[in-house]
């Protein structure tokens, strides 16, 4: 059974930081690329980071360039996001993906909210 479970979310002040984490289960881990998006009332859902099987190669919404941090794990099946200076731009419901390059497999988490505000 396909399990993405992401955790971390909450409120957060703005300039504050976050670490989002996606526990996963049910499949092969190295061989997904794993991304986060982030969808917020009334928007579409949007990639925000991106990260390679090994890790070795990273994307990131011109949005979050510079602040956040895309990382994972293998050996732990687990990717992560590091989020900093926060602003309330960011607060949205934050998704995990996991997709095999070539296939279709494609799985999603349930998402985890995050909410920047003083």
């Known amino acids: 059974q396909v399990q993405l479970v992401e955790s971390g979310g909450g409120l957060v002040q703005p300039g504050g930081s976050l670490r989002l984490s996606c526990a996963a289960s049910?499949?092969?881990?190295?061989?997904?690329?794993m991304s986060w998006y982030r969808q917020a009332p009334g928007k579409e859902r949007e990639l925000v980071a991106y990260i390679s099987l090994a890790g070795g190669s990273t994307n990131y919404a011109d949005s979050v360039k510079g602040r956040f941090t895309i990382s994972r794990d293998n050996a732990k099946n687990t990717v992560y996001l590091q989020m900093n200076s926060l602003t309330p731009e960011d607060t949205a419901v934050y998704y995990c993906?996991?997709?095999?390059?070539?296939?279709?497999?494609?799985?999603w988490g349930q998402g985890t909210q995050v909410t920047v505000s003083s």
């Open positions: 049910g499949f092969t881990f190295s061989r997904y690329a």
């Open positions: 993906n996991a997709r095999a390059p070539a296939t279709t497999r494609n799985y």
